[in-house]
């Protein structure tokens, strides 16, 4: 018998609504887990969860492009505005 866990990809995005306007974004990541609460563990664990709430979208149909993430650093990282935004471009024109 396979006990095996079956992993996929999850985004996380981190924000803190006590902050003001504009700066209530913490950062977002990708993560392989087994499910959106172990995605959150993750995160933790590699110490890419800056805390606040969190939201979760997965999991992600990411197998035909995760080999070009990995490749560009846009996995398992916490990222900023900025890189969310190159790596969006990135994917896109892939």
Not at 18 to 47: E, M
Not at 62 to 83: H, I, P, Q, T, W
């Amino acid at each position: 018998m396979d006990n095996e866990v079956k992993e996929d990809f999850y985004w996380l995005s981190f924000a803190d609504g006590a902050l003001p306007k504009g700066r209530q974004f913490l950062g977002a990541c990708i993560v392989r887990a087994a499910s959106n609460l172990d995605a959150v563990r993750v995160a933790h664990r590699l110490g890419i969860n800056p805390g606040g709430e969190v939201q979760i979208r997965g999991p992600l149909d990411l197998s035909d492009k995760m080999d070009a993430l990995v490749r560009s650093g846009y996995f398992e990282r916490l990222m900023n505005k900025e890189v969310c935004a190159e790596m969006e471009k990135k994917l896109d024109d892939l």
